[in-house]
């Protein structure tokens, strides 16, 4: 039986899971190209899609994981390039592209997030503190740090509401010690600071990637055209 070890989102531990079920979905397509052959496609591309589920030995709760591959998106081997995420519970799917101190601050926040939700609020502010010093942010607090960032055009203004819920809502996790968070709130804080960490650190890395490979197409378009 598949086996891996994971940080179970659910109980904060890292341990190694049996897989309990899985699918597998292959889907295919047919590209004709009617000036080389009319009869038969020119070539057939194929999409791969698999759902594993892992159980928690020690919660006995579960993690899916897709891994999801594209015949045309190719290692320079050949192979297929597979993409994992961890599609449940909701957490860190996308989070290579975060710096370390980020990455580390924002899955102790995942981690605590069942078991403490005020805890997890300030990981999620002490998070967007690391992602601040990282982005060299000037300010005397976190709000103001932020909107340095929304001045130097790393965050777009659009987040100024969800910094200032994360703000708000961080401050109260810091100093009401009554305070009690529930997990619909908790939830929310994790999609705001997801959002702005995939803002920050995924999204200009997709771009690049995806204009590193236009290029490349364009190059040996250019190549195959001399
Ligand atoms: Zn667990």
């Known amino acids: 039986m598949k086996e891996k070890v994971i940080i179970c989102l659910h109980c904060g531990n890292k341990t190694s899971m049996k897989v309990v079920a899985n699918h597998d979905l292959m889907e295919h397509e ?10 038969s496609p020119a070539y ?11 159980l928690c030995p020690v919660c006995t709760e579960v993690t899916i994981q897709r891994t999801t ?12 390039i597979k993409y994992t995420d961890t599609i449940f519970p909701l957490g860190f799917s996308e989070n290579k592209h975060l710096p370390s101190p980020v990455r580390d601050a924002f899955e102790a926040a995942l981690k605590v997030r069942n078991l403490d939700g005020a805890v997890c609020i300030m990981a999620l502010r002490r998070t967007l503190e690391k992602m601040c010093k990282h982005k060299n942010a000037k300010g005397k607090d976190l709000f103001s740090k932020l909107k340095d960032l929304q001045s130097e055009n790393i965050l777009p203004p659009i987040m100024e ?4 819920i994360l703000r708000k809502e961080g401050n109260s996790a810091a100093h009401a010690d009554d305070k009690e968070f529930s997990s619909e709130t908790v939830k929310l804080m994790i999609e705001f600071t997801e959002v702005i960490l995939d803002y920050v650190y995924s999204l200009p890395a997709k771009i690049e990637k995806a204009q590193l490979k236009l290029n490349q197409d364009v190059i040996s378009n250019e190549e195959s055209e001399l």
Do not use: L, R
């Not at 999409?47 to 892992?54: G, T, V």
């Not at 591959?69 to 297929?80: A, V």
């Open 69 to 80: 591959s594209f015949s045309e998106e190719t290692e320079p081997n050949g192979n297929p």
């Open 30 to 39: 047919e590209i004709w190209d009617y000036s080389v052959n009319y009869y």
């Open 161 to 164: 509401g969800i910094s200032y």
């Open 44 to 54: 057939i591309t194929s999409f791969f899609k698999q759902w594993e589920m892992y």
